[in-house]
């Protein structure tokens, strides 16, 4: 039976065990071939990170003086992850920690010239992997899998919001 016939009336799909309409595994696995691949490309240029580390140092290479709040939000990250990471690219030299100028409780976050080097070094096969993924997708395809995926995200907001 094709996708087509298994759309009841109200154009939902009856939910299967069947791991090929497992939407939720799908998306899964793929963001974990991305990271597994992610993090074979920064082992073989040598770069001493993981790809948790690496996303957090492009976000403040992007937002320098980011606030630590402001990357736990922006990267869905929950705050002690954010400050184990932060402590280990501060411990690497890589950003550092300066104190909020309007509230001394908050840091903000700076890259150092030792992490823009590491951006410099890896953000161009970054990039390329990216489009190498969507490779031989069609623009249509993209902004249909964008709206999916952001509804996906929105349906978890309303049920996270619940508890």
Known sequence: ??????????????????????????????????????QKVLTEKNLDLTIDQWMVLKKVSECNGISQIEICKSLFKDAPTVTKILDLLCKKELVERKINATDRRKFDIFITKNGENIVEKFLPTYIETRKTVLDNLQIEDLYIMAHTLNGLSENMDKITDKF
């Open 1 to 38: 039976m094709n996708l087509k016939n298994k759309l009841d009336n109200s154009n939902t799909l009856e939910i299967e065990d069947k791991m090929e309409f497992d939407y939720f595994f799908i998306i899964e696995k793929i963001g974990r071939k991305i990271s597994q691949f992610g």
